[in-house]
Structure formats: structure tokens, C-alpha cells
């Protein structure tokens, strides 16, 4: 985001305080990044690594953040940032209509379901992506593109208090930024609350082993 036309001093958030140098009689020639997360890079022009290639996503992607770490040990994490939004892209058209025709499949099978009566005492549609052909298109979707939509996938009052318990957990200040795998939280903007930190597929076979039912 620019913040000055060109020629005239650069101009920081009037939230953010000046250093020395960002005055207006120096200021001119300054490149700051204004984040969508509202973080500030300042003097972009003086970084040596403001125009590197990117590496993430690459191969090599964690042992260059371990060699940055040790050549930039205080600005390593405005390099990562930086790095992340100056090269976030919109996915590719052939990518957008291939989500687009996939969550119109799953559209029709559950209006088709709708149709068929299989609603529950609600009123809702009834687990309709419970059915070989809604489970199906549900698992292609995520096979090729990593996540799903199904509508009606809890009832509405269910959604709804699940809704009014992470508005209140953000509130009540229960929610902590997201991590990534590193357990760095400085370029995620989500917040996250783990509500249930034990392994379904491990409790039941510790449930199933514990009643005599288990297998070998």
C-alpha cells in the first residue's frame, strides 16, 4: 500500500510513531509495507532481503529460514512476513471453476435429497453427504483441493451455539493466535482454541481394548 505519493515524504499510520529518520525532512526515498494484518516493515529500501526470491513453498523453504534466523536473528520474522503476502496469489482459473463445479455437485445432491424428503425433525436436510454420492463428492473435493463446504453439515442451533461459544471465547480473551508449524504466530492472522486436544481413532481403540471387544 502506498502511503505518499512519489516525491513527497513517506507517511506512516498516524498510529504509528516516527523514528528519527522517517521525518519529513528525511523521509523521502522511504518504503514502508503496510500489512493486511496491520504490521509495519519499515525502510524496505535498505533490506537486502526486501527483493530475495521466495522460498516458501520450496524445498529448501525451512533450512533458508534456519540460515535467516542466523544472518537477520532480529528482523527474520519481517522477512517471513513480507515474504508471505508479497507473494500470496489468487489461485489459478483452471483451479476456481474446478472448486466452483465441485460445490455445485455437492449443491445438488443435497437439493436432491431435500427433494427425496430426507430432512430431520427440524426441518434441516438430513446428513444428505452421508450418502454414497454425497460422500463421494465430498471426498473427491477433498482429495483434489484439501477442504469441502456441506451445507447443513450440523443443525442450525448446533451451528449457532458454536458460533455464540467462539465469540464468546474470543471475548473472554480464551483464543490465542494461530501458530504455524514452527510455533511462530507473528504471520497467521486467525485465532485458535483447542477444545479437544485428544485423538478420536486413539480413544475408541482405548474404549474398544478397555470393554474385552479388541482385536489382536
Known amino acids: 500500500q502506498l502511503l505518499s505519493p512519489l516525491g513527497e515524504p513517506s507517511k506512516l499510520p498516524e498510529?504509528?510513531?516516527?523514528?528519527?529518520?522517517?521525518?519529513?525532512?528525511?523521509?523521502?526515498?522511504?518504503?514502508?509495507?503496510?500489512l493486511p494484518n496491520g504490521?509495519?516493515?519499515?525502510?524496505?529500501?535498505?533490506?537486502?532481503w526486501a527483493m530475495e526470491l521466495p522460498c516458501i513453498g520450496?524445498?529448501?523453504?525451512?533450512?533458508?529460514?534456519?540460515?535467516?534466523?542466523?544472518?537477520?536473528?532480529?528482523?527474520?520474522?519481517?522477512?517471513?512476513v513480507w515474504e508471505y503476502w508479497r507473494y500470496l496469489m489468487a489461485p489459478e482459473p483452471t483451479r476456481s471453476a474446478s472448486i466452483a463445479e465441485m460445490l455445485q455437485r455437492l449443491r445438488l445432491l443435497r437439493e436432491e435429497d431435500v427433494e427425496r424428503g430426507l430432512r430431520n425433525a427440524s426441518g434441516a436436510a438430513q446428513s444428505w453427504w452421508r450418502t454414497s454420492a454425497g460422500a463421494d463428492a465430498a471426498a473427491d473435493m477433498?482429495?483434489?483441493?484439501?477442504?469441502?463446504?456441506l451445507d447443513d453439515f450440523l443443525?442450525?442451533?448446533?451451528?449457532?451455539?458454536?458460533?455464540?461459544?467462539?465469540?464468546?471465547a474470543w471475548t473472554d480473551g480464551q483464543m490465542s493466535n494461530g501458530m504455524l508449524s514452527t510455533g511462530e504466530a507473528f504471520a497467521r492472522g486467525?485465532?485458535?482454541?483447542?477444545?479437544?486436544?485428544?485423538?478420536?481413532?486413539?480413544?475408541?481403540?482405548?474404549?474398544?481394548?478397555s470393554d474385552g471387544r479388541g482385536g489382536p
Open 15 to 34: 498510529s504509528v510513531a516516527a523514528m528519527p529518520s522517517e521525518s519529513a525532512e528525511g523521509g523521502i526515498g522511504r518504503v514502508f509495507a503496510l
Open 39 to 48: 504490521r509495519i516493515i519499515r525502510s524496505l529500501e535498505a533490506k537486502k
Open 58 to 80: 520450496a524445498d529448501h523453504e525451512w533450512i533458508s529460514w534456519d540460515y535467516a534466523q542466523t544472518l537477520w536473528p532480529s528482523e527474520w520474522q519481517n522477512l517471513y
Open 142 to 149: 477433498l482429495d483434489v483441493h484439501g477442504f469441502c463446504i
Open 155 to 168: 443443525p442450525l442451533a448446533a451451528a449457532e451455539a458454536v458460533a455464540d461459544s467462539a465469540r464468546n
Open 190 to 209: 486467525d485465532a485458535v482454541l483447542w477444545v479437544n486436544t485428544e485423538d478420536p481413532a486413539a480413544m475408541a481403540a482405548e474404549a474398544i481394548g
